[in-house]
T-cell receptor, first 112, second 118 residues
Framework: KQEVTQIPAALSVPEGENLVLNCSFTDSAIYNLQWFRQDPGKGLTSLLLIQSSQREQTSGRLNASLDKSSGRSTLYIAASQPGDSATYLCAVHPPPYGKVIFGPGTSLSVIP | KAGVTQTPRYLIKTRGQQVTLSCSPISGHRSVSWYQQTPGQGLQFLFEYFSETQRNKGNFPGRFSGRQFSNSRSEMNVSTLELGDSALYLC?????????????????FGPGTRLLVL
């Protein structure tokens, strides 16, 4: 059974710091892994999608890596800003196609 | 291109009632997935519909059901509501098939319907 965990559960950093969020999954048989952002009371915003054949993806100040063999992904945020404050969710897409499993999220607070 | 829309956005019901939530996917998307988000359990997969058929199902009781119409719009129904059904219900749409182009196939999420059961 696929399970997804995220460490840490919460993180508070001063503005400008670089930070890393971690995601682990138990079964390496996945189509892809996706990182989302969720603001309080809102829906999900997709940040990065890494296909199973890829090692990393970058978008602006965000970089996500995937090590399928070890069941790990990291989301690197460079030069954090107060606007980055949100909950970050990692999700894997295992077979059968069409069902996504989410981690519990990391709540990030960037202090001005 | 319009995004995923969900109606209603907010809903208040009492225990024992039933509720129907609606999700309109992005044009051209044939898959709609439903998720329940609660503070205690996080985001949990309810079910997925593809071409009017339920293709995947999570571990929820039979009180939770859904359907998909020929235009890919989907509805989710919860019967005999319980206090624990209070949650944010999210739907997501996607093409629904394993893509040849590995750059695509992101699930696009709607804003959600917040259900409060009293």
């Amino acid at each position: 059974k696929q399970e997804v965990t995220q460490i840490p559960a919460a993180l508070s950093v001063p503005e400008g710091e670089n930070l890393v969020l971690n995601c682990s999954f138990t079964d390496s048989a996945i189509y892809n892994l996706q990182w989302f952002r969720q603001d309080p009371g809102k829906g999900l915003t997709s940040l990065l999608l890494i296909q199973s054949s890829q090692r990393e993806q970058t978008s602006g100040r965000l970089n996500a890596s995937l090590d399928k063999s070890s069941g790990r992904s990291t989301l690197y945020i460079a030069a954090s800003q107060p606007g980055d404050s949100a909950t970050y969710l990692c999700a894997v897409h295992p077979p059968p196609y069409g069902k996504v499993i989410f981690g519990p999220g990391t709540s990030l607070s960037v202090i001005p | 291109k319009a995004g995923v829309t969900q109606t209603p956005r907010y809903l208040i019901k009492t225990r024992g009632q039933q509720v129907t939530l609606s999700c309109s996917p992005i044009s051209g998307h044939r898959s709609v997935s439903w998720y329940q988000q609660t503070p205690g359990q996080g985001l949990q997969f309810l079910f997925e519909y593809f071409s009017e058929t339920q293709r995947n199902k999570g571990n929820f009781p039979g009180r939770f059901s859904g359907r998909q119409f020929s235009n890919s719009r989907s509805e989710m129904n919860v019967s005999t509501l319980e206090l624990g059904d209070s949650a944010l219900y999210l739907c997501a749409s996607s093409l629904g098939v394993v893509p040849r182009d590995t750059r695509i196939e992101t699930q696009y999420f709607g804003p959600g319907t917040r259900l409060l059961v009293l």
